[in-house]
């Protein structure tokens, strides 16, 4: 499979990443990195593109930009079985398949809905099956795409800023702040494979490690008090 990236942003590189992590074993039919192909959206600078006989293109562009390189690229694919993908939330046109995966991509670590109204099964099989060696990924429709952008595009940044937080405290509390960072990240890590490998619900999980009148307990009621469920919830639902 020959795959073109138009967009060479944050978006398109770091999905042009994760494909060349994955070599030639886990994307049937990608041998090298010379099956994908990344070109910028501006004039002459599809050329490399042009020359590319792409059997998937990605359109990794703006959202107010899907359509015009759209039609600039339609004489490069018209009349070849090319599929279509738009990495642009909000964005739904006729023949395109639209996929919002997050940045972990870069690490194959994405969380990645797909939504299609209007193209073959078959098509959304193959980008599915693509995008499933990039992490874990989700067939949605159209109405429920936004919600998963919220829950894990937007909300990548959202586990960022709880991490950013969580440092912070650590360097109030007395560690440095490159320590109390790394304590953060492996914690974190920790409760994300915990969650993966027993299947509960993270309350079940939180209950393990509360005892009565104990600091996590009292560190808990805190930060509700503060508002951080309600202060989650509510980014979630602009």
Not at 195 to 204: C, N, R, S, V, W
């Amino acid at each position: 499979m020959k795959i073109a990236i138009i967009g060479a942003g944050a978006m398109g590189g770091a999905f042009a990443d994760g494909l060349l992590l994955c070599g030639g074993t886990d994307v049937p039919g990608i041998g090298s990195a010379a099956d994908i192909v990344v070109a910028n959206p501006t004039e002459g600078k599809l050329a490399r593109f042009q020359h590319h006989e792409a059997d998937l293109v990605v359109l990794a562009v703006k959202p107010w930009l899907v359509e015009q390189v759209r039609r600039e690229i339609e004489p490069a694919i018209a009349g070849r079985p090319v599929i279509l993908v738009s990495f642009a939330a909000g964005i739904s046109l006729p023949g395109i398949i639209t996929v919002i995966p997050n940045i972990a991509i870069a690490l194959r670590q994405s969380m990645t809905f797909i939504a299609s109204a209007d193209v073959p099964e078959a098509d959304v099989r193959v980008v599915q099956t693509l995008f499933d060696r990039l992490g874990q990924t989700r067939v949605v429709g159209e109405k429920q795409l936004r919600a998963g952008t919220l829950l894990a595009s937007c909300g990548i940044a959202y586990a960022m800023r709880y991490i950013r937080a969580a440092s912070e405290g650590g360097v109030e509390i007395g560690f440095r702040a490159d320590d109390a960072k790394d304590i953060v990240l492996q914690t974190v890590k920790g409760a994300v494979a915990l969650l993966q490998a027993t299947g509960e619900h993270p309350e079940q999980a939180i209950d393990r490690v509360t005892t009565p009148g104990g600091i996590t307990i009292r560190g808990l009621n805190a930060m509700e008090q503060a508002g951080f469920t309600k202060a989650v919830v509510e980014g979630l639902k602009i």
